[in-house]
């Protein structure tokens, strides 16, 4: 067949200029402009197609090749169809301008993840038009609301309709991108098995209202506030050692003297402490730990008022195995006898999720991967933030984040760019993730 990647690139360019920006409100977002759009682009090719709404204007959309063999597995490609908001003061270019520039496409969703959505479309329409009858049944979601959690996306269809999104074997983003490693041998391309755990709570610490002109002896709320954060600043949860953890580094092939202290409990602290990368540091520890970030804080009515409330959000992520009774153990430990004067509330309960890495799936991407970049080989790594694959290994699917990547795009350029200014992609990497999703269909259902 022909190359696809300029039907990668025009579709890709039609649902970045949808702009379909979820900022979490549900009135956002607006992703059946790009269910339409996906669903007149794959219209014709013989492939069965079904929209589902959680609330109006949120469709998603469900496209199917039918197996052969009932009893055979079921892979789904799941793309989100949503982006986060972007502020063009930082831009180069429109973000929803789409424009094609240098071999690169610009826009909003460009990395995140809407050249995924598109090159999976564009794969399951060349296989659809190819003939491609496989024994197990392909599934090709484009979903809503993954920005926002998935509650009126991934999240809804699992739970309202779980015969149309059933499925063995799921990948999503992120993954396959070029990370700044001293291997040996050719390129080691991460596959996201697993994600960490999200508990968010809310603190609520009290005092006694007063006059602003008479501070002295008060109780005042935002002072005891600021030492509940300091404490939790300088908290040093306990470093775990997974086997996820153990087995991209030593997939990873690095020398002894990284490896080593990457893979004990006390060197890898010291080492992400002493690294002149702080992102590289930053990554490290949080695969290693469950952490605590103070993210947001409400105190106050008046500017001569001493308050006597404060509320205090954290975002804390858990590896997995960590439960809601940990993270509280956790909390005690921190905030030590300030734990007892405060009030604890759990906004987000949402724990890790895992696959396991001895999969057709795993074994399928490798072989693919190999055909398509030649020397590389896939390494299991874990998402630190959350995806839509979280809600398909709760109901027993192995499920996968993944895509691939040239090398015109670094991992410090990759990471600049997820919600962040200027996101683009190139077409090398388009045409790559085409040939990934074509050659995994083909590979694992048969
Ligand atoms: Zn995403």
Redesign the pocket.
Known sequence: MDDPTGEVTELLQVLISNACVNDGTPQSGQEGRNADDLRSYLDGSGIDMQTFEAVEGRASLVARIEGTDPNAPTLMLMG?TDVVPANPDGWLRDPFGAELVDGMVWGRGAI??LNLTASMAVAVKRLAEDGFRPRGTLVYLAVAD??AMGALGAGWLVEHEPDAVRADFVIT??GGFRMPLPSSGGPKLPVMVGEKGAYWRRIRVKGTPGHGSMPFRTDNALVKAAEVVRRIHEYRPQTRILDLWRGFVEGAELPDELSGPLLDADGVVALAESLPDPGMARMIHACTHTTFAPTMMRAGVKTNVIPDAVDLDLDIRTLPGVTAEDVAAMLREALGDLFDQVEVAATVDDEASESAVDTPLWDSLARVTERLVPGARTIPFMLVAA?DARFFRRVGATAYGYGLFSDRISFTEFAAMLHGDNERVDQESLRLSEGLWEGTARDLLG
């Open positions: 989100h995140d993840m993954e920005e983003e992120s995806t």
